[in-house]
């Protein structure tokens, strides 16, 4: 998961004397969200040709925050211990439904509620979709 958020923080530049008086500072957030999980699902069933499935998974997460110059050198000034980088086990409970469209061809769309167990309350909620390809044949 990534997004990109611009903030006005002029004022608090400008009482840092990183800009001058007057002029407009646009700091830029950039946060990246990985995860790695493994777990179980399960079918719950079947209607007409749609499978609707839940999951339970548990793994790693891995948040990075990133920002622009300015703010980065502003931010170490104020708080030089702030990490931007964090690393903790994670929870992932998920639902969705995959349909089959032709022969091994299927298309996939989830919901999944992910709760890392790092020193912040940030939760994510993840809407993903996709095709997908079942059983290709026998492999031996």
């Known amino acids: 998961m990534s997004g990109t958020k611009d903030a006005d923080l002029s004022q608090y530049f400008q ?38 499935f839940v999951r339970g998974l548990g793994g790693a997460s ?30 992932l409970a998920g639902v969705g439904a995959q349909y089959l469209v032709y022969h091994n061809i299927f298309i996939r769309g989830t919901a999944d509620y992910i709760h890392p167990f790092s020193n912040s309350s940030q939760n994510y909620f993840r809407i993903t979709g996709g095709i997908g390809l079942q059983r290709l044949g026998r492999l031996f």
């Not at 946060?31 to 777990?39: A, C, K, M």
């Not at 925050?65 to 050198?73: E, F, G, N, P, Q």
């Open 15 to 52: 009482l840092l004397g990183y800009v001058p008086p007057g002029t407009t500072q646009l700091s830029t957030f950039h946060s990246t969200i990985y995860s790695i999980t493994g777990g179980p699902q399960f079918n719950l069933f079947q209607i007409h040709g749609a499978q609707v």
């Open 62 to 91: 891995r948040s990075v925050l990133s920002m622009d110059d300015t703010t980065r050198k502003a931010l170490n000034f104020l708080v030089p211990k702030f990490q931007t980088t964090t690393t903790a086990p994670a929870v």
